[in-house]
């Protein structure tokens, strides 16, 4: 089956740190790769995505670049700020039988202080 | 505004007490579906639709009831609730790509239920 393991949390960072957070996958067939962020209260929002690999999806100062070589999809940032504090997933999509089917990871909260 | 909305937002029930989540979107996306968050589980596919009419479980089903009647709504039943299921909800939708490549998930909210 397919499935995503994100590294655990709480990851906790002072501002203007680096931020990685760690994405592996299996997939039976060519996935779709996705990261989601989750403000409080809120629900789930696309951040970025990457159909293909070596693809680099970014938005807001965040990367993730599809890594096929070693089904990773690390999500990082060079610089981060107290507003980027939320949780982030991990997620996948592929076809099957004409259709998709999407798989998450179980979610990473980052909390960045001042 | 393209969007999914929910209703009601937060729900206090008691055990037994049917119940009704529902889930409506303006995009007139094919695919639905319904999802749960606890901590530490984060995640989890309770059931989805791939268009009207056609209804499937996810990994979580037991409990819960979803129909497809219209392509927009994608209502969540719960017919006896139990505190097991008191949890935060979210319905989500997107495009069924054939190519199943690509195709971003809008969600909901949340509905926060508490069943006592």
């Known amino acids: 089956g397919n499935s995503v393991t994100q590294m655990e949390g709480p990851v906790t960072l002072s501002e203007e740190a680096f931020l990685t957070i760690n994405c592996t996958y299996t997939?039976?067939?060519?996935?779709?790769l996705f990261w989601y962020v989750q403000y409080p209260g809120e629900g789930l929002q696309l951040l970025l995505k990457a159909t293909k690999a070596d693809d680099k999806g970014s938005n807001k100062g965040f990367e993730a670049t599809y890594r096929k070589e070693t089904t990773s999809f690390h999500l990082e940032k060079g610089s981060v700020q107290v507003s980027d504090s939320a949780v982030y997933f991990c997620a996948l999509s592929v076809g099957a039988g004409g259709s998709y089917i999407p798989t998450f990871g179980r979610g990473t909260s980052l909390i960045v202080h001042p | 505004e393209a969007q999914v909305t929910q209703n009601p937002r937060y729900l206090i029930t008691v055990t037994g007490k049917k119940l009704t989540v529902t889930c409506s979107q303006n995009m007139n996306h094919e695919y639905m579906s319904w999802y749960r968050q606890d901590p530490g589980l984060g995640l989890r596919q309770i059931y989805y639709?791939?268009?009207?009419?056609?209804?499937d479980k996810g990994d979580v089903p037991e409990g819960y009831k979803v129909s497809r009647k219209e392509k927009r709504n994608f209502p969540l039943i719960l017919e006896s609730p139990s505190p097991n299921q008191t949890s935060l909800y979210f319905c989500a939708s997107s495009s069924q790509g054939y190519s199943g490549r690509g195709e971003t998930q809008y969600f909901g909210p949340g509905t926060r239920l508490l069943v006592l």
């Open positions: 997939a039976t067939g060519y996935p779709s």
């Open positions: 639709s791939m268009n009207v009419e056609v209804t």
